[in-house]
């Protein structure tokens, strides 16, 4: 009898501890649904995706970086890149890839996102604006710092930080890099596929369209190659083609949308007479001087300011 009452206890209090864990569960769930929060960060990238201007420009299923699953390129990705090049003789891209991914990390990257994520990221631009800023600090508590080109950071760290997790460049604007930082290639070209991996074996290609480093330094265990179709996709969709190709800050700043909870940008934009000033050099082009669309890529930026996916960080003012 008293072995039978006990055994009745337990299940009930089995009973209750089940229903306690499932209405746990329907609560959060339907909280999630309520607010329709895709991540855990206070605002997330992802929310409120039924703008229509947004609906429009972001296309979230676009693969931001290369794998051999994903290298086969559509004709018209391959046509429009191959026109970027000013010389691809005799270059087989199946080859090129094969080699890329018997070297680098060939896997899904970045496809960890879900209601129990806040990746919040900075993506660093080069602009002078940074100067006195004292924003280096604030940079550095990001989980990702994107960092772009040359940009350094020796030197300039109370505005514009120490921290660089991925470091955007092309073999023109290589530059040395720690263990622990990502090398992202832009691969506006074959050549350049070919050049990050002579990098690190042969170390023979020593020019480009100009002369370039033959070496740089870098962990091969955390080089990512940016997909062409995702450059396409970003000067299609979000720059409707202008410029002849996206700049590097603007497909940084899309990757960044693409694989971030919350987006802050910093080191963007030209002085008011669109001069395209460096924190860290002399440089003074205009900003629509050369194959880029900056000023329409400037005012898509304001838009994504104006409808909350980024925070723009404006610096001094030059
Ligand atoms: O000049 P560079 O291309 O190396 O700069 C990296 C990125 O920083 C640019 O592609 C651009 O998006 C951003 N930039 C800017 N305004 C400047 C300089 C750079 O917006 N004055």
């Known amino acids: 009898m008293i072995v039978f009452k006990r055994l009745r206890r337990q299940y009930i209090i089995l009973f209750l501890s089940l229903i306690t864990i499932c209405l746990l569960v329907y609560i959060k769930t339907s909280q999630n649904i309520v607010l329709k929060r895709l991540c855990s960060c206070k605002t997330c990238v992802m929310d409120f ?34 026109g970027l090049q000013y010389s691809a003789k005799k270059v087989n891209y199946t080859e ?57 950071t020796k030197g300039y760290e109370r505005d514009v930080g120490s921290k660089t997790t991925h470091r955007i460049l092309y073999p023109e604007s290589a530059v040395d890099l720690d263990n622990s930082t990502h090398l992202v290639l832009f691969p506006f070209k074959i050549m350049d596929m070919k050049w990050l991996i002579s990098s690190f074996t042969t170390r023979n290609i020593t020019r480009t369209y100009i002369p370039v480093k033959p070496f740089i330094h870098a962990n091969k265990h955390k080089v990512m190659i940016l997909h062409p179709g995702f450059i396409k996709y970003v000067h299609e969709r979000w720059l ?8 590097t800050g603007f497909v940084t700043l899309i990757f960044a949308l693409h694989v971030c909870d919350e987006v802050n940008v910093f080191g963007f934009e030209a002085s008011s007479d669109g001069t395209w000033h460096h924190y860290f050099d002399e440089t003074n082009n205009h900003y629509n001087g050369g194959p880029h669309g900056g000023d329409f890529e400037n005012k898509t930026m304001h838009q994504l300011l104006q409808r909350k996916k980024i925070s723009l960080y404006k610096g001094f003012t030059l």
């Open 49 to 82: 995706m039924e703008d229509e201007w947004v609906v429009y420009h972001f296309n979230p299923k676009v693969p931001p970086i290369l794998n051999r699953k994903n290298s086969e390129l559509h004709q018209d990705i391959y046509n429009w890149w191959m």
């Open 96 to 152: 090129v890839v094969d080699q890329l991914f018997s070297l680098f990390p060939d896997k899904e990257h970045f496809s960890d996102g879900g209601p129990d994520r806040c990746r919040t990221c900075a993506v660093v631009g080069n602009s002078r604006n940074l100067l006195g800023s004292h924003y280096g600090t604030l940079i550095d508590i990001h989980d990702v710092v994107f960092r772009i080109n040359e940009g350094p």
């Open 240 to 247: 409707h083609r202008h410029g002849r190709y996206p700049s």
